[in-house]
């Protein structure tokens, strides 16, 4: 493709500049693309028509979108997130002298970023892919999403102004539209594409990831993809706390429509009277919550589909229900529940089911709730609900559980990911293609860098970030020790 | 296979229990591993016989690899290296309180590592893979590599000795062998493998990492392969200098038969009479260097057939070759020249001699040098001859060599490879399958761990890296401030 190869290479001319950018500069990049999203009149209401989400929930995504971009100008004007090691150099040292030796991180390229259709801001052209990309000195292409192409091009527009504004390169940013496969695998084969972000579906997720690692030269993929955020419910606690809990669970499974990727799909719980009642008052919750529009007519088409499909499983029943009739844009909230004997041997009850759905897997006791969690695919989140006393007496399936998930949390909800140094959003396969990174917060940064070491070379020669008198200040692990 | 999957399930109840060692168990462990490698009567007799490497190279190394250990050990008893990070709760923040969330690494899982050929001690059995892994919190796998089997015995004996003594649990290192690949394949497609660590061919590497990849639940690999190291020697300093710049490479090419990763394959230059004095100088010191024996035959044919494909490319040159005639177990050291123009129209120039060897590009100016580099692989290394004021009036190659390499070299030779905490053994494709670790120094540990938040666990329920009162002194990110 043509316009393809134009864009990569574009791309690159600007990476070999931008790179070497001070982090001041970078900085003042990313504060005016804040800026000038805040500026955009028109995006809060383009939004809302294209993607059917609540005014709320759009502005304070845009809060959630300007708020990353400036947490990343903070951290690369910092600057010490680079990880600088300097060794100096031992002449004397027998039998061989040690050369100096400095390191530190650096941008891998361009990079090529699909956002996702449940975030049109926070994921999506200015999102947490292409913001930390931007802060590493990688230039990005964005591949709009066809489901909120105009909101898109809003955002593009403000990216593009900011980077003429502060004098960035031609070409550090790039918003390329095409319908169909034929544009997004293009970008991604392309020789001179070093990374890709991804959030959506784990079909279009594992595709990308399958075709980067065919290249020629394989490139990392982070895809973030299907999560069904498990919910464990301990027995004495619940017992205490049947109704908040499900008052507490039910506005987190029809939180926007359920559209979340760390919506609560999956409620492991022992089956036992306190079950039963905790069961009626979410079953209430459910059948009291409204249906709403969905994103777009796919996405509520397919969870129809998929709903029916759960429902249609053997064991499976359904709970609860909203009381009112919605019609085909809308996603209807629907609690059910299956005995765990069935669903440990029908993997096809472990598949996300996308919008505002719950199952409640009853296990007879502690020993098959081990064995649903040992069974468990990798998760964004896992939750448990129980009090300090009871987890204690539980650790092993702490044990456990902490291999399946990136985000451990006890009595909350999994949705709701704050954007901090702390958060981890992320996990083993299939919620994501490489639990060793995270699409949220700082430490994003790092999927879009790799070290490089200077050996030996003059002080004028080095990155500001590893010369000697360490004038920009940052804190290193100089010769073995942490300083500033 | 039966064997392998008692083998990996041995390993994963290891490490449901090993991954929660506190560092200062886990390097008591790493600490007598060394002393167990050093107190074994027969290993350098038995490396000697089984790879032809000298007796000072083979106690060389076996410093290395204690001192290796034990760096690790310095660094999980410290602790900082988990990369933790605290951001308090906001309770009354508005509109949403803030969560309690707190992040660390922790280890992925067992891990499945196949030693070099080359580095029968560093990069094998006890190795800088296995050392980082058993540092991270995983359990270890070693595919013995069949070359040197019974060196890999003695130091396999030695770690398992090691877990004995300081009561780690049984499975925490095991030692697989078996000829051909199935045992490697079984070993890496096995569902509770988490990780792969691999040093060798291409071929090797690739073809591990396309089945990690190809896997229900793709894991990482991280293969370091194939690298030709190139050096440019930039004429001005290259004019005061050839014949001292001759004998450093020289050095290097012939050290430990070539058969090093950080080998100088290929040297880049400007074609002029001070090139033609460094070419002869260079043809003089090979000459007087002997062919001695490879580390097996079938390293040794591979190199008399790729260095007869080499010689066989049009326009390639022999200029220099040792004046003793070696036997058929030997790399006899040669160094060829060929024209850049040719140079760029024929790939397979680009490939690896493993071996005594490398190859001169003579270049007709700076812009054809510029265009040898562009077209180059990604690398382990790169080096530049060349003094400070040479090198700041050639800045844009600087620029691009980055690009291409995982660390950079002034005025030295990239062979000797420092365990620093500086260290970056690693590059982009085909040098290794991910850029952005290394193989070598204490961050050699990220590839093998992953980061997990929690979120709103009492502090009893917390890893001590994580609890309020920071028991283990660590430095953290508290609230975005880097302290202890």
Chains 1, 2 share one sequence.
């Not at 864009?7 to 690159?12: E, M, S, V």
């Not at 600007?14 to 950018?21: D, G």
């Not at 690692?213 to 982070?222: A, K, L, M, S, T």
């Not at 109704?243 to 990727?261: D, P, R, W």
Request: glycine fraction near 8%; charged fraction near 20%.
């Amino acid at each position: 493709m043509k316009a393809i190869d134009e864009t990569l290479n574009k791309a690159q001319v600007a990476f070999l500049s931008y790179k070497n950018f001070p982090g001041k500069k970078k900085a003042e990049f990313l504060r005016t693309v804040a800026d000038e999203i805040e500026a955009l009149g028109t995006l809060v209401s383009t939004a809302m028509r294209e993607t059917n989400l609540p005014e709320a929930r759009i502005i304070n995504e845009r809060g959630r979108t300007t708020g990353h971009c400036r947490m990343f100008a903070d951290l690369v004007e910092e600057g010490s997130w680079v990880d600088a090691r300097v060794d100096t150099a031992l002449p004397n040292r027998m039998p061989a002298p040690k050369p100096d030796i400095r390191k530190m991180l650096v941008p891998v390229g361009p990079v090529v970023v699909f956002g996702a259709a449940n975030f049109p801001l926070a994921y999506s052209t200015a999102g947490g892919d292409t913001a930390s990309a931007l802060a590493a000195g990688c230039p990005v292409i964005v591949k709009a999403h066809p489901a909120h192409l105009e909101t898109s091009k809003l955002v593009a527009g403000a990216i593009e102004k900011a980077a003429i504004k502060t004098g960035m390169p031609s070409g550090v940013f790039q918003h390329v539209y095409g319908e169909g496969f034929e544009t997004g695998q293009a970008l991604v084969k392309h020789p001179l594409t070093k990374a890709v972000g991804f959030t959506g579906s784990l079909a279009g997720g594992k595709a990308l990831f399958d075709l980067a690692n065919q290249r020629p030269e394989p490139i990392p993929v982070f895809a973030e993809m299907s999560s069904i955020n498990p919910v464990i419910l301990l027995p004495e606690t619940l017992s205490r706390d049947a109704a908040k809990t499900a008052g507490a669970l039910a506005a987190s499974i029809t939180l926007g429509v359920g559209q979340f990727c760390t919506n609560p799909g999956l409620i492991i719980a022992i089956d036992d009277e306190t079950l039963q009642s905790f069961i009626a008052a979410l079953s209430t919750e459910i059948q009291k919550a409204l249906p709403a529009a969905m994103l777009h007519q796919g996405i509520a088409d397919n969870y129809s589909k998929k709903l029916a499909q759960a429902l249609a499983q053997k064991g499976v029943k359904a709970e609860g229900q909203s009381s009112a009739q919605g019609n085909p844009a809308q996603g209807t909230p629907l609690v059910a529940s299956v005995p765990a004997e069935i669903f440990l041997q029908n993997p096809a009850l472990s598949e996300e089911v996308f919008g505002p759905f719950s199952l409640i897997v009853k296990c007879r006791n502690m020993d098959e709730l081990h064995k649903v969690i040992n069974r468990g695919h990798g998760q964004l989140t896992s939750t448990i609900i129980g009090d300090e006393t009871e987890i204690s007496r539980h650790k092993a399936l702490l044990n456990v559980l902490i291999e399946k998930a990136g985000r451990l949390i006890i009595n909350g909800v999994p949705t709701g990911v704050e954007v901090c140094p702390s958060q981890m959003h992320g996990g083993p396969y299939p919620s994501t293609t490489d639990s060793r990174f995270t699409a949220v917060g700082a430490d994003a940064i790092k999927r879009f860098v790799r070290p490089v070491s200077f050996q030996n070379f003059p002080d004028s020669l080095l990155p500001d970030e590893l010369k000697e008198a360490n004038p920009l200040g940052i804190w290193r692990v100089y010769n073995g020790e942490f300083k500033k």
